[in-house]
């Protein structure tokens, strides 16, 4: 099929004209809150879903208590070693992440249940700047603190149990600082909390 005199080259304009509207609607997403635009937009930002799979395990095969250090958003240093004896709720997440954003009233309820029984909740957050996750926070009421990863040095230090990119993922550590179970992929409350009290009477 011959291609009509000037054809090619209106094609590219019309390629061109699309990307520069693509690139627009690019533009118009940066703004000073990025967390409601990336609600808004609902694309996830690369999230790639866990299946929702709930593991827990024996006490004899949990292995060497988990090594981290890390700092908070508001510059507390955090260690491991700080947890010797509690049993400790670690959740993978983000600000753009969907499940993230279903799973954080459910996380902030437990904490508020377990807190006084000495559970210690911490959220690990692979991608924000500050003023993301404090907004994160702030909209879904979220009290308990969380460790600035954006490096990913604590994801690393666990992939053996958080896939990298499988955010989010809840871990539950024993008081000897072991993980005990993993919800890998948005968790169910009641699930949680099972696994906790697991925990706990362990």
Same mark, same amino acid.
């Not at 827990?56 to 004896?85: F, I, K, Q």
């Not at 149990?161 to 955010?167: D, E, K, L």
């Given at each position: 099929?011959?291609?009509?005199?000037?054809?090619?080259?209106? $094609?590219? !304009?019309?390629?061109?004209? %699309?990307?520069?509207?693509?690139? %627009?609607?690019?533009? *118009?997403?940066?703004?000073?809150?990025? %967390?409601?635009?990336?609600? /808004?937009?609902?694309?996830? &930002?690369?999230?790639? /879903?866990?299946?929702?799979?709930? @593991?827990?395990?024996?006490?004899?095969?949990?292995?060497?208590?988990?090594?981290?250090? *890390?700092? =908070?958003? +508001?510059?507390? #240093?955090?260690?491991?070693?700080?947890?010797?004896?509690?049993?400790?709720? =670690?959740?993978?997440?983000? *600000?753009?992440?969907?499940?993230?954003?279903?799973?954080?009233?459910?996380?902030?309820? %437990?904490? @508020?249940?377990?807190?006084?029984?000495?559970?210690?909740?911490?959220?690990? +957050?692979? $991608?924000?700047?500050?003023?993301?996750?404090?907004?994160?926070?702030?909209?879904?009421?979220?009290?308990?603190? !969380?460790?600035?990863?954006?490096?990913?040095?604590?994801?690393? !230090?666990?992939? $053996?149990?958080? #896939?990298? @990119?499988?955010?989010?993922?809840?871990?539950? =550590?024993? &008081?000897?600082?072991?993980?005990?179970? $993993?919800?890998?992929?948005?968790?169910?409350?009641?699930?949680?909390?099972?696994?906790?009290?697991?925990?706990? @009477? *362990?």
């Amino acid at each position: 099929m011959n291609t009509p005199p000037g054809g090619g080259m209106a $094609r590219r !304009s019309i390629l061109t004209g %699309l990307a520069a509207v693509a690139s %627009l609607g690019l533009a *118009a997403c940066a703004g000073p809150d990025p %967390l409601a635009q990336q609600a /808004a937009a609902g694309d996830n &930002k690369n999230y790639i /879903a866990g299946d929702g799979s709930v @593991q827990e395990y024996a006490a004899e095969s949990r292995g060497a208590p988990v090594a981290l250090s *890390a700092d =908070l958003y +508001n510059g507390t #240093p955090v260690s491991s070693t700080d947890w010797a004896g509690k049993v400790t709720v =670690l959740n993978f997440w983000y *600000a753009a992440c969907a499940p993230c954003r279903v799973e954080a009233p459910h996380l902030e309820a %437990l904490y @508020q249940e377990f807190a006084p029984q000495g559970v210690l909740f911490y959220g690990i +957050n692979v $991608r924000d700047e500050k003023p993301t996750a404090e907004a994160f926070e702030r909209t879904f009421g979220v009290t308990y603190p !969380s460790v600035q990863d954006k490096d990913g040095k604590v994801l690393l !230090s666990m992939t $053996r149990f958080v #896939p990298p @990119q499988a955010v989010p993922t809840t871990l539950v =550590l024993d &008081k000897e600082g072991r993980v005990a179970a $993993r919800i890998l992929g948005g968790l169910d409350k009641s699930t949680l909390k099972a696994l906790i009290d697991s925990t706990l @009477q *362990a």
